[in-house]
């Protein structure tokens, strides 16, 4: 009983570790908690190994205790991109990827684009995107970095397929743009209560 709790306890850990802010529901939907009550319970009991804040519901971090735990030397801090991280995260969850890197870095011919992560399910690769607030003209500049990669066709000759791109918008509004500017590129767009 002891061994499995510890078990568990290391695994929220890891996860937050990996993940950076996780909210009570994602960590209950990734570790198959159960009831709400049963999460609330596990992470009240880890107490001094996490932080945490409210942003609509609790959001939950490693503590200096906790990186210690686990040998984590990654400091989080609350910032304007925690609801970002939340996002994409709630992109992890519900597509279950096989490979996931945040935050991925391709670089050709001089250019360089960061996706904000890429997974791999089975054999098929998807860039993601999270669209909070940016201009939409930051948008098409960053799909048109997308095309630009395609057409060089470097990605397909080391990977086979070109990835999809997955954006995850906030309103439809926002999302009928995005599908607009996206032309011929191979993407997916869905705004966050589609993921859930």
Same mark, same amino acid.
């Given at each position: 009983?002891?061994?499995?709790?510890?078990? !568990?306890? %290391?695994?929220?850990?890891? /996860?937050?570790?990996?993940?950076?802010?996780?909210? %009570?529901?994602?960590?209950?939907?990734?570790?198959?908690?159960?009831?709400? *009550?049963? %999460?609330?319970?596990?992470?009240?009991?880890? =107490?001094?190994?996490?932080? /945490? $804040?409210?942003?609509?519901?609790?959001?939950?971090?490693? @503590?200096? *205790?906790?990186?210690?735990?686990?040998? /984590?030397?990654?400091? !989080?801090? !609350? %910032?304007?991109?925690?609801?970002?991280?939340?996002? !994409?995260?709630?992109?992890?969850?519900?597509?279950?990827?096989?490979?996931?890197?945040?935050?991925?870095?391709?670089?050709?011919? =001089?250019?360089?684009?960061?996706?904000?992560?890429?997974? *791999?399910?089975?054999?098929?690769?998807? $860039?993601?995107?999270?669209?909070?607030?940016? @201009?939409?003209?930051?948008? =098409?500049?960053?799909?048109?970095?997308? *095309?630009?990669?395609?057409?060089?066709?470097?990605?397909?000759?080391?990977? =086979?397929? $070109?990835?999809?791109?997955?954006?995850?918008?906030? @309103?439809?509004?926002?999302?009928?743009?995005?599908?607009?500017? @996206?032309?011929?590129?191979?993407?997916?767009?869905?705004?966050?209560?589609?993921?859930?």
């Amino acid at each position: 009983m002891v061994q499995a709790k510890l078990t !568990r306890w %290391t695994e929220i850990l890891s /996860s937050l570790d990996s993940h950076g802010f996780l909210t %009570t529901s994602q960590i209950q939907r990734l570790h198959k908690l159960g009831g709400r *009550r049963n %999460t609330n319970r596990i992470l009240t009991d880890m =107490g001094e190994l996490l932080s /945490s $804040f409210r942003e609509g519901e609790a959001v939950y971090y490693l @503590s200096a *205790r906790g990186r210690r735990e686990i040998g /984590s030397q990654k400091i !989080r801090r !609350r %910032t304007q991109l925690v609801q970002h991280t939340i996002m !994409r995260n709630e992109v992890f969850i519900a597509r279950e990827p096989d490979m996931w890197k945040p935050e991925y870095s391709v670089k050709w011919e =001089g250019n360089e684009l960061i996706a904000d992560a890429i997974y *791999r399910k089975g054999m098929e690769y998807t $860039f993601v995107e999270i669209d909070l607030t940016q @201009s939409m003209k930051t948008n =098409g500049e960053k799909l048109a970095s997308y *095309r630009s990669l395609r057409d060089t066709g470097k990605w397909q000759a080391k990977y =086979g397929d $070109f990835p999809n791109v997955l954006y995850v918008t906030i @309103s439809e509004y926002r999302k009928a743009k995005l599908i607009a500017a @996206s032309g011929d590129l191979k993407t997916e767009v869905i705004t966050f209560s589609d993921l859930r």
